[in-house]
């Protein structure tokens, strides 16, 4: 009876805990949003100020800035992905 005790106590001892994997989740989404939207905002303040400094270079601005937020967005995006392929197929049981 009790090497039966002591096999379950151990085995709760080593299976790891799903407990904090919302938290976890919501921390692997939450802290690239977070990032994503401050960059983008910065992004966007300093090109305002440029097209307002140079109006005639607003096309090329335009066009750099779209590229550096489509990549900002994208590490966002595959976070998010990530997340929640953990939220619906848990690989650390």
């Known amino acids: 009876m009790a090497s039966v005790v002591a096999k379950a106590t151990e085995r709760t001892r080593t299976t790891p805990s799903t407990d904090l994997l919302p938290l976890a989740i919501a921390l692997l ?40 937020v489509g990549v900002t967005d994208g590490a966002f995006i595959i976070a998010t992905g990530i997340g929640l392929w953990f939220a619906t197929a848990n690989p650390f049981q």
């Not at 090109?47 to 096309?59: G, K, S, Y």
Request: with cysteine.
């Open 29 to 68: 989404i939450g802290i690239p949003a977070v990032g994503s939207c401050i960059g983008i905002g910065l992004a966007s303040m300093k090109l305002l100020e440029c097209v307002a400094r140079q109006p005639e270079m607003a096309p090329e601005l335009q066009t750099r800035y779209f590229l550096a």
